[in-house]
């Protein structure tokens, strides 16, 4: 482990700012956040927590943690670890039309101007709620996509211009990742070699659970098993919908961030000192994925306004290919072309969670019998 730390100490760069936590908690308790999702239409009204409900539980007042916008209020406390109990909120019971944590609904009821929400017994925190992304997960590989909805902008991005442009580039730059690393098969070799998984993100822009997710980038890391030793770069956005370098840091690690800017390679270092895989941020603002091998695929922009309006594939031995983004927040649907083919993922609105089929069913059992 010594040996495979040092090699990926040698790849550091830098972690967006995020808040901490609210205090470290003690071992009976766990963090929880709480979505109440506002009805279409309604005037917003104020939920807050009555204590009296739980004398055990309480706020969570660390910055950003809590929040309410056009769409929902998120409330963050701390409860007793493993216990079946019930939470009650002073608010407008019509103006409140689900109650989520994580991405799945809670029980609540309603009496007089109270909310009274069935909370499952808890072994761990669970923070998530506020988030608002679909996961797409396959071989080696989970594809988290935000959906940016200037309602719910937040931290570094509640005010002033909303990132309109970067955040279509990350939408851009997220699926043309994902499409490079099908062409090379990383996927694949992570999970047969037991690297671990590849990570795809963007940046969200609702600063869920204190996530300070600032400036605009992209994400592509493997995350190790165990997670220490997971080499998290930076890809940074402008203005112009470029790329314009990379900061890399090492989870579990206390060691510098270090920067790569356009022309540097960063290499992903796999948990066996293996070449995972390489990115290379052009001089031109570009970007340039290769495997182990050395079989580089480059992405550059499909028209003038930088990754924003799509991007452009080339890799060894096939033609080229067009990624293009396109997502309805108000529908739930995210629309994804690559060449010829165009997938569509449906999604839920309040949380984002992915709603199509995402396996095959299984066949029905034979009801032939074999001869004996």
């Known amino acids: 482990m010594v040996k495979r730390l040092a090699l990926a100490s040698a790849t550091l760069a830098m972690v967006p700012a995020v808040a901490s936590a609210a205090g470290t908690g003690?071992?009976?308790?766990?963090?929880?956040?709480?979505?109440?999702?506002?009805?279409?239409?309604?005037?917003?009204?104020?939920?807050?927590?009555?204590?009296?409900s739980c004398r055990a539980c309480r706020v969570v007042d660390e910055p950003l943690f809590n929040a309410d916008n056009a769409r929902e209020t998120a409330i963050a406390l701390r409860v007793p670890r493993q216990?079946?109990?019930?939470?009650?909120?002073d608010a407008r019971p019509a103006t409140v039309r689900r109650v989520l944590l994580e991405s799945g609904e809670l029980?609540?009821?309603?009496?007089?101007?109270?909310i009274v929400v069935a909370l499952p017994p808890l072994a761990q925190d669970a923070i998530t709620a506020a988030e608002v992304a679909t996961h797409i997960v396959e071989p080696g590989l989970v594809l988290r996509f935000e959906h940016a909805d200037p309602a719910r902008r937040a931290g570094a991005y509640a005010t002033g211009a909303f990132p309109d442009l970067q955040r279509r580039a990350a939408n851009v730059l997220e699926f043309a990742q994902r499409q490079v690393v099908r062409t090379l098969g990383l996927g694949e070799e992570a999970v047969k070699r037991g690297w671990g998984t590849i990570q795809i993100m963007g940046f969200d822009i609702n600063a869920p659970h204190g996530h300070v997710d600032a400036p605009p980038h992209?994400?592509?890391?493997?995350?190790?098993?165990?997670?220490?030793g997971t080499q998290i770069g930076h890809y940074y956005i402008g203005a112009d919908g470029l790329l314009s370098h990379n900061m890399v840091g090492v989870k579990g690690l206390n060691a510098p961030d270090r920067r790569f800017g356009r022309g540097e390679t960063f290499t992903t270092i796999a948990p066996d000192g293996a070449t995972a895989y390489t990115h290379r941020i052009t001089e031109r603002g570009w970007l340039e994925i290769a495997d182990g091998r050395g079989r580089?695929?480059?992405?550059?922009?499909?028209?003038?306004?930088?990754?924003?309006?799509?991007?452009?594939?080339?890799?060894?031995?096939?033609?080229?290919q067009r990624i293009s983004v396109a997502d309805?927040?108000?529908?739930?649907?995210?629309?994804?072309?690559?060449?010829?083919?165009?997938?569509?993922?449906?999604?839920?609105?309040?949380?984002?969670?992915l709603l199509s089929p995402a396996a095959v069913p299984a066949s029905?059992?034979?009801?032939?019998?074999s001869p004996a």
Request: charged share 25%; glycine share 10%; proline share 6%.
């Open 218 to 228: 992209v994400h592509m890391h493997l995350r190790w098993p165990g997670n220490t």
């Open 107 to 114: 029980p609540f009821r309603t009496t007089g101007d109270r």
């Open 296 to 320: 580089t695929c480059l992405m550059r922009p499909a028209a003038a306004g930088g990754f924003a309006d799509g991007a452009i594939i080339q890799c060894p031995d096939m033609g080229e």
């Open 328 to 353: 309805d927040l108000t529908e739930g649907v995210l629309t994804v072309t690559t060449g010829d083919i165009v997938e569509t993922f449906r999604y839920a609105t309040d949380s984002g969670l």
């Open 83 to 89: 216990r079946t109990i019930e939470l009650a909120f």
């Open 26 to 52: 003690n071992r009976d308790d766990v963090r929880i956040v709480l979505k109440f999702v506002k009805s279409d239409g309604a005037v917003s009204a104020p939920v807050r927590f009555d204590p009296a």
């Open 364 to 369: 029905a059992p034979s009801v032939s019998v």
